[in-house]
T-cell receptor
Framework: KAGVTQTPRYLIKTRGQQVTLSCSPI?????VSWYQQTPGQGLQFLFE???????NKGNFPGRFSGRQFSNSRSEMNVSTLELGDSALYLC????????????????FGPGTRLTVL | AQSVTQLGSHVSVSEGALVLLRCNYS??????LFWYVQYPNQGLQLLLK??????LVKGINGFEAEFKKSETSFHLTKPSAHMSDAAEYFC??????????FGKGTRLSVIA
């Protein structure tokens, strides 16, 4: 079974621009979560989508948004980029058991490295 | 709120020596616990998970972890370190519908 794929792998943008990152989950997985990883803050949860609905949201400004399509693929968008948005953005998929039970193990993609200049 | 503390941001061991990476959790009820490994320029790979079935959990690549409720700990061990174990290791906790919460990570270096 193919793993989680993320595109693009690397991205360079300038301040003020916007960016869209894409994530294709493992086949059959219905839940997709997004994380931001930086050296200073570590791994921080952005949001989770299940069956096209946002199920959880982290503590990030409204510039960060996401969506999920009917085939479970997900995109996240960051508008008005700031230097501090430079990070590795990780996507994780899970089967998405009904109710989000705790044993719903997440499998991660390789990430998208975003650099904001 | 649940949280995870990983003691030691950097651990260095000799090849063949015991690996011990420490993780303590804070949760009002017994949580589900995970260890992930991240190699350079890669995503996170699941090493093992605790789901209350057994307190000693065996994972991939010879790693195992023991859940100790009295100590609120879930330390990761491997009897003999290999050069290929050099990576960053993350402990994470999850409970109910809340998102996965990660520790700050521990970078493991293996010296030949």
């Amino acid at each position: 079974k193919a793993g989680v794929t993320q595109t693009p792998r690397y991205l360079i943008k300038t301040r003020g621009q916007q960016v869209t990152l894409s994530c294709s989950p493992i086949s059959g997985h219905r839940s997709v979560s997004w994380y931001q990883q930086t050296p200073g803050q570590g791994l921080q949860f952005l949001f989770e989508y299940f069956s096209e609905t946002q199920r959880n949201k982290g503590n990030f400004p409204g510039r960060f948004s996401g969506r999920q399509f009917s085939n479970s693929r997900s995109e996240m968008n960051v508008s008005t980029l700031e230097l501090g948005d430079s990070a590795l953005y990780l996507c994780a998929s899970s089967p998405g058991l009904a109710g989000g039970t705790s044993i719903d193990t997440q499998y991660f993609g390789p990430g998208t490295r975003l650099t904001v200049l | 709120a649940q949280s995870v503390t990983q003691l030691g941001s950097h651990v260095s061991v000799s090849e063949g020596a015991l690996v011990l990476l420490r993780c303590n959790y804070s949760s009002s009820v017994p949580p589900y616990l995970f260890w992930y490994v991240q190699y350079p320029n890669q995503g996170l790979q699941l090493l093992l998970k605790y789901t209350s079935a057994a307190t000693l959990v065996k994972g991939i690549n010879g790693f195992e972890a023991e859940f100790k409720k009295s100590e609120t700990s879930f330390h990761l061990t491997k009897p003999s370190a290999h050069m290929s174990d050099a990576a960053e290791y993350f402990c994470a906790v999850k409970r109910g519908n809340t998102p996965l919460v990660f520790g700050k990570g521990t970078r493991l270096s293996v010296i030949a």
